[in-house]
Nanobody
Framework: VQFVESGGGLVQPGGSLRLACAAS????????MTWYRQAPGKEREFVAG????????NYADSVKGRFTISRDNAKNTVYLQMNSLKPEDTAVYYC?????????WGQGTQVTVSS
């Protein structure tokens, strides 16, 4: 199993980024998928999830209304559209399956929100 996250970077407050996570090594279309993030000195926290096959979504309260999770089962990829970014969104972002236990985590992608 492998997760390769991409799309992070440095963005000003109020800006947008779109993260992507390419998954391999398992039957992607049959798993719910999630995005997590980890800020320096903090625990990894849930950000957003999307079910399979119906694509129902759920979000942490801190990102609700600003972030949108989506998936493309043909590409084995899950996305996170992040709008109205705030400095407190600064973290390394990871994807994984929704179930517990999770697969091994990928390297993540760094998102830094700063002026």
């Amino acid at each position: 199993v492998q997760f390769v996250e991409s799309g992070g970077g440095l963005v000003q407050p109020g800006g947008s980024l779109r993260l992507a996570c390419a998954a391999s090594g398992f039957t992607f279309s049959t798993y719910g998928m999630t995005w997590y993030r980890q800020a320096p000195g903090k625990e990894r926290e849930f950000v957003a999830g999307i079910s399979s096959p119906w694509g129902s979504t759920n979000y942490a309260d801190s990102v609700k209304g600003r972030f949108t999770i989506s998936r493309d089962n043909a590409k084995n990829t899950v996305y996170l559209q992040m709008n109205s970014l705030k400095p407190e969104d600064t973290a390394v972002y990871y994807c994984n399956v929704a179930r517990v236990p999770k697969f091994n985590w990928g390297q993540g992608t760094q998102v830094t929100v700063s002026s």
